[in-house]
């Protein structure tokens, strides 16, 4: 295994890997300054710091099933990254290497891996896919970061279900073993978090039971506005609209018995309000408030004793959430045009098995069958009902032949789309898959890795009818996108240096995309054909009190084919570029210094108004950030960690699409007890 500076470890996912991880120093102002911490910028501790236990809740996919054959995943620990009290998903990955991040005009977030769309990315919690929904994928924003992280990049497996094709992000809440924790934090432009957690692990009639519990608050009355970027609806230098507001809780328990049968069970819940800021390029923007948003996710494992031929592993999740949308007029947001409300509900259901075949051969299956329904209201219309019905069987197996393993699998994917009021069925959809893998260790440390691999990914309910309160025109007829993956990597350890890289080639044939229709509306339709092309280099490095890591992402996006227009042949918001320099630093007196530089290449998206392609210029942000910590004893008041850090420290302008900057400079002090 070898490590980003702080405690994202890049490890080929066995179980070996598995080390605890600690809390983590925040970023430094002008410190080091363009230098990154990036994704990695946690750090690793000794025991007896507060640590987190890293066993899940229920089952995800076995770790080994994507070894074989694909760049090892990269691993964090939220409580280890430098993040706000009560974090969302969506702030701890913009810290973690090839990871777009980026809020839409819709006020959601998306991710991106390797020129994927965010329907691509699959996002797995507590075992459970919560990226099967209406929307065809999840918002990180609406999702607590608690626990271990999990970056799984391109298609290293057919196991973790249907519409994987980008990458695979599990969130894996802690369970037990973790002393009293409270956080709490503000920053220069009135926002506040704080955030507490708590767990016992004791011993119960040979076996073990687990209880974890965390609650969390955040608000702020806006986005700073970087200084560069005007907002004629900015008051007091934040952007308008970009108020946020947010509750989340969660508990969990795990009962473990003497023979390694277990059972686990969490609940997750959420409640928020947020505005949308407008796109400021637009005459004509969406002028959208989400007054109510709730999520809950009820996730319910079991799996087999170790004396079982087979490990076998079953989970049921229930993702509940309800979301009232207001459309208004002007700027003043008083007049409410447009109302929608929709409730949304998944059932998932999935099942994993893993055996030996002899003393070399490994051989998994899964299967996972997902149940979407959502109800949507405007105004004072009637309800419309929607749903659709999405599975997975897959199997795959690997051989060890010396230095050298081999890995194949299979999968077939399939849905059906029922009648729905007055929406007739849409015909089933079927698509099989493949993948094949090999991984070599030649000799000393290094790994060599490559792979081949085919999916699709089926359309989801609101690509195929949703209307977005008048901005979209439906297409039902969409057809599944199927792409065809390669890549090849390296990685090794030369001295105190550690260095992966991995080069990797994406077809996707029939990509959907959106396309501008008039009256500053799009439609989404299939292209012939999207090819992306790319490397990504990762090298860290410790002498003595420095860390050090960088990490480089190349890509070329390209749609190809007589039905892509002139001009339109770059995909939207895919940057051509992200670079990242990491550095942390220990200082005399028990201080610890971090920064992060990041660099974004051009990117191109579409505007709606004029109906041509727009070029959004490169650019570098800078966070840094200091602490200091007391340890005085046992309890909350027994250890005392101070924090000062600025994100964007030159207020720079970096724009995630069209009219969207991301905020400019922010102080924020913090205080974590326990």
Same mark, same amino acid.
């Given at each position: 295994?070898?490590?980003?500076?702080?405690?994202?470890?890049?490890?080929?996912?066995?179980?070996?890997?598995?080390?605890?991880?600690?809390?983590?120093?925040?970023?430094?102002?002008?410190?080091?300054?363009?230098?990154?911490?990036?994704?990695?910028?946690?750090?690793?501790?000794?025991?007896?710091?507060?640590?987190?236990?890293?066993?899940?809740?229920?089952?995800?996919?076995?770790?080994?099933?994507?070894?074989?054959?694909?760049?090892?995943?990269?691993?964090?620990?939220?409580?280890?990254?430098?993040?706000?009290?009560?974090?969302?998903?969506?702030?701890?990955?913009?810290?973690?290497?090839?990871?777009?991040?980026?809020?839409?005009?819709?006020?959601?977030?998306?991710?991106?891996?390797?020129?994927?769309?965010?329907?691509?990315?699959?996002?797995?919690?507590?075992?459970?896919?919560?990226?099967?929904?209406?929307?065809?994928?999840?918002?990180?924003?609406?999702?607590?970061?608690?626990?271990?992280?999990?970056?799984?990049?391109?298609?290293?497996?057919?196991?973790?279900?249907?519409?994987?094709?980008?990458?695979?992000?599990?969130?894996?809440?802690?369970?037990?073993?973790?002393?009293?924790?409270?956080?709490?934090?503000?920053?220069?432009?009135?926002?506040?978090?704080?955030?507490?957690?708590?767990?016992?692990?004791?011993?119960?009639?040979?076996?073990?039971?687990?209880?974890?519990?965390?609650?969390?608050?955040?608000?702020?009355?806006?986005?700073?506005?970087?200084?560069?970027?005007?907002?004629?609806?900015?008051?007091?230098?934040?952007?308008?609209?970009?108020?946020?507001?947010?509750?989340?809780?969660?508990?969990?328990?795990?009962?473990?018995?003497?023979?390694?049968?277990?059972?686990?069970?969490?609940?997750?819940?959420?409640?928020?309000?947020?505005?949308?800021?407008?796109?400021?390029?637009?005459?004509?923007?969406?002028?959208?408030?989400?007054?109510?948003?709730?999520?809950?996710?009820?996730?319910?494992?079991?799996?087999?004793?170790?004396?079982?031929?087979?490990?076998?592993?079953?989970?049921?999740?229930?993702?509940?959430?309800?979301?009232?949308?207001?459309?208004?007029?002007?700027?003043?947001?008083?007049?409410?045009?447009?109302?929608?409300?929709?409730?949304?509900?998944?059932?998932?259901?999935?099942?994993?098995?893993?055996?030996?075949?002899?003393?070399?051969?490994?051989?998994?299956?899964?299967?996972?069958?997902?149940?979407?329904?959502?109800?949507?209201?405007?105004?004072?219309?009637?309800?419309?009902?929607?749903?659709?019905?999405?599975?997975?069987?897959?199997?795959?197996?690997?051989?060890?032949?010396?230095?050298?393993?081999?890995?194949?699998?299979?999968?077939?994917?399939?849905?059906?789309?029922?009648?729905?009021?007055?929406?007739?069925?849409?015909?089933?959809?079927?698509?099989?898959?493949?993948?094949?893998?090999?991984?070599?260790?030649?000799?000393?440390?290094?790994?060599?890795?490559?792979?081949?691999?085919?999916?699709?990914?089926?359309?989801?309910?609101?690509?195929?009818?949703?209307?977005?309160? #008048?901005?979209?025109? /439906?297409?039902?007829?969409? +057809? %599944? *996108?199927?792409?065809?993956? =390669?890549? !090849? &990597? $390296?990685? @090794?350890?030369?001295?105190?240096?550690?260095?992966?890289?991995?080069?990797?080639?994406?077809?996707?044939?029939?990509?959907?995309?959106?396309?501008?229709?008039?009256?500053?509306?799009?439609?989404?339709?299939?292209?012939?054909?999207?090819?992306?092309?790319?490397?990504?280099?990762?090298?860290?490095?410790?002498?003595?009190?420095?860390?050090?890591?960088?990490?480089?992402?190349?890509?070329?996006?390209?749609?190809? #084919?007589?039905?892509? /227009?002139?001009?339109?042949? +770059? %995909? *939207?918001?895919?940057?051509? =570029?992200? !670079? &990242? $320099?990491? @550095?942390?630093?220990?200082?005399?007196?028990?201080?610890?210094?971090?920064?992060?530089?990041?660099?974004?290449?051009?990117?191109?998206?579409?505007?709606?108004?004029?109906?041509?392609?727009?070029?959004?210029?490169?650019?570098?942000?800078?966070?840094?950030?200091?602490?200091?910590?007391?340890?005085?004893?046992?309890?909350?008041?027994?250890?005392?960690?101070?924090?000062?850090?600025?994100?964007?420290?030159?207020?720079?302008?970096?724009?995630?699409?069209?009219?969207?900057?991301?905020?400019?400079?922010?102080?924020?002090?913090?205080?974590?007890?326990?």
């Amino acid at each position: 295994m070898h490590r980003v500076p702080g405690s994202v470890p890049i490890v080929p996912r066995a179980p070996a890997a598995r080390r605890r991880l600690a809390l983590l120093a925040m970023r430094m102002a002008a410190v080091l300054a363009g230098l990154r911490a990036g994704a990695a910028a946690a750090q690793e501790r000794p025991d007896t710091a507060a640590t987190v236990g890293l066993k899940a809740v229920v089952v995800s996919v076995p770790a080994a099933a994507s070894v074989v054959g694909g760049a090892s995943a990269i691993v964090a620990n939220a409580d280890s990254l430098a993040l706000p009290a009560a974090p969302t998903l969506a702030q701890a990955l913009r810290r973690i290497p090839f990871v777009g991040v980026r809020e839409n005009s819709r006020g959601e977030v998306e991710l991106s891996v390797r020129g994927s769309e965010s329907r691509q990315v699959a996002v797995v919690m507590d075992g459970v896919p919560i990226s099967l929904t209406w929307d065809g994928r999840a918002d990180p924003s609406l999702v607590p970061a608690a626990g271990r992280l999990v970056l799984v990049r391109g298609l290293a497996s057919l196991l973790h279900g249907p519409n994987t094709l980008g990458g695979v992000v599990q969130v894996r809440s802690p369970i037990g073993g973790a002393p009293p924790t409270l956080r709490m934090g503000a920053d220069h432009a009135g926002g506040v978090s704080a955030s507490g957690q708590a767990g016992v692990s004791t011993a119960v009639r040979g076996g073990r039971l687990s209880l974890s519990s965390s609650a969390g608050v955040r608000r702020r009355p806006g986005q700073p506005l970087p200084s560069p970027v005007s907002d004629s609806g900015a008051a007091g230098g934040l952007r308008a609209n970009s108020d946020f507001e947010q509750a989340q809780a969660y508990v969990g328990a795990r009962a473990e018995g003497g023979a390694g049968a277990w059972a686990g069970a969490s609940l997750s819940v959420l409640r928020g309000s947020r505005g949308v800021p407008p796109e400021l390029h637009l005459r004509e923007p969406r002028l959208w408030r989400y007054p109510a948003t709730s999520r809950s996710l009820l996730a319910l494992s079991a799996g087999g004793p170790a004396t079982w031929p087979a490990r076998v592993e079953a989970s049921v999740g229930v993702d509940a959430a309800a979301t009232e949308l207001e459309q208004y007029g002007d700027l003043s947001y008083d007049a409410v045009e447009a109302r929608e409300r929709w409730r949304d509900g998944t059932v998932t259901l999935r099942t994993t098995a893993e055996h030996a075949a002899g003393a070399h051969a490994t051989l998994r299956y899964a299967f996972t069958h997902a149940d979407i329904r959502h109800r949507e209201r405007v105004d004072d219309d009637p309800f419309a009902r929607y749903r659709q019905r999405l599975w997975s069987l897959g199997a795959e197996g690997e051989v060890a032949l010396g230095a050298v393993q081999l890995s194949g699998g299979a999968v077939m994917d399939a849905a059906d789309t029922p009648e729905s009021g007055d929406k007739p069925a849409l015909r089933p959809l079927r698509a099989a898959g493949m993948r094949a893998g090999v991984s070599a260790r030649p000799g000393g440390s290094v790994r060599l890795h490559a792979s081949v691999s085919s999916r699709a990914r089926i359309p989801s309910l609101r690509e195929l009818y949703s209307g977005s309160l #008048g901005r979209f025109e /439906p297409n039902p007829g969409l +057809r %599944p *996108e199927r792409l065809l993956g =390669a890549e !090849a &990597g $390296l990685t @090794a350890a030369v001295g105190p240096v550690e260095v992966q890289g991995v080069a990797f080639r994406h077809d996707l044939s029939d990509a959907i995309v959106r396309t501008a229709v008039g009256d500053g509306r799009f439609r989404r339709e299939n292209r012939d054909r999207m090819q992306s092309t790319g490397v990504e280099l990762l090298a860290t490095t410790r002498h003595r009190a420095l860390a050090l890591s960088a990490d480089l992402m190349l890509q070329r996006v390209h749609i190809h #084919g007589p039905t892509a /227009p002139q001009g339109q042949r +770059r %995909p *939207e918001n895919i940057p051509s =570029a992200r !670079a &990242g $320099l990491d @550095a942390r630093l220990d200082l005399p007196w028990n201080l610890r210094a971090q920064s992060r530089a990041l660099y974004v290449g051009a990117q191109w998206c579409l505007h709606a108004e004029e109906e041509r392609m727009v070029r959004l210029k490169d650019g570098t942000r800078v966070d840094g950030g200091v602490e200091r910590e007391w340890r005085r004893g046992r309890g909350l008041a027994g250890r005392i960690r101070l924090t000062l850090d600025v994100e964007n420290a030159t207020d720079a302008a970096l724009y995630d699409q069209c009219g969207l900057p991301q905020p400019g400079r922010t102080l924020r002090m913090g205080i974590e007890l326990g």
